[in-house]
């Protein structure tokens, strides 16, 4: 029996879409590396290693603080290393400085250490991590007297790694992966989430910050009913946040609202994210790579079912556009008329969104030494190059 939430989200992709959203839209560095068209950057279809692909990112904020990338190839820095494909969701908060070099960095340091291992690993992933982490850091230490404010700058970092028919998710932050999983029995995809979240609203988060910091009374407050680590911050895990990492940060002429009393000793945020590895396996149909933004408006199992009942191309903007949708729902307002309001005042009705969906093609999987054409695109119109057959 079909629900009517289901046929809700579903519904559109059977019928004539009649809004033209993308049909007018300019091109930033021609189809490889995405469309634009207003506030909505996608790139509807492309080829990775492991099968297709598709892209959105919707701005909320007035600078896009999400950043994104995808990239397929060669895991290491020598071509003959493992080939695979590489996704990151990059939330930044307070700014988009963190998640911008994020961006410019994890994957390199990933394909250093890979290289350095001579093999794809977890625990690859988290020296990557670690080492952009520090890479930040440094950074903001350098420019604390010009420009303070970026102590106070960090993003979440969601990345998903497909290598010789092994799976990688490492999460730090409240951005999530989804496994759409065939059930065969059932004739129907599940949703599996894959990632751990790191938000101060979940109890497991709160009694993980307390055991860490069990001399802090205040590291985690409940403020205007919602929990906040020191009351200022939801995540518990990121890149960046210096000030709460390093104490020297913790000081003027860091803003007031980012500064608390006292000192510490050992860095109340962590860096270091948590990691899944797991075999793929054919009933493994798809997986969907998203900032928190989508997951504010659709339930796991709501976008696993847009996903498996529409057509391939353009899913990501599909995926976007119903969570707008509700978020326009939620606001007792049309989506017409949500499209209309510009970023920053937008900001008051969704988040930033940038959504990756990964197909997944178990032919290809197994030819773990299958050689495609290598992409590299960046989510938001950040540049990219790849293969122009998509």
Known sequence: ??????KKFVYPCWKPSFDNEGENSS????????????????KD??????GEFSMAVIQANNILEDQSQLESGSMSLVETGPQGTFVGIYDGHAGAEAARFINGRLFENVKKFTSEDQAMS?????KAYLATEEEFLSLVRKEWQTRPQIASVGSCCLVGIICSGMLYIANAGDSRAVLGKRERALKEVKAVQLSSEHNASLESVREELRSLHPDDPNVVVLKHKVWRV????????????AYLKRAEFNREPLLPKFRFPGTFEKPILLAEPSIIVQKLVPEDQFLIFASDGLWEHLSNQEAVDIVSSCEHHGIARKL?????QEAAKKREMRYADLKRIDRGVRRHFHDDITVIVLFLD???????SFRAPVVSIKGGGGGGSGDTNT
Do not use: F
Not at 45 to 50: E, F, T, Y
Not at 362 to 368: A, F, K, N, T
């Open 1 to 6: 029996m079909v629900t009517t939430t289901w």
């Open 27 to 42: 091109s930033r560095g021609g189809d490889p590396g995405g469309r634009v068209d207003g506030l909505l950057w996608y």
């Open 45 to 50: 279809s492309g080829h990775h290693v492991n």
């Open 122 to 126: 977890a625990d690859v992933i988290r």
């Open 230 to 241: 020191k009351g200022i911050i939801q995540v518990s895990r990121s890149i960046g946040d």
């Open 320 to 324: 976007v556009k119903a969570a707008l």
């Open 362 to 368: 178990s032919h290809l999987i197994s030819r773990s």
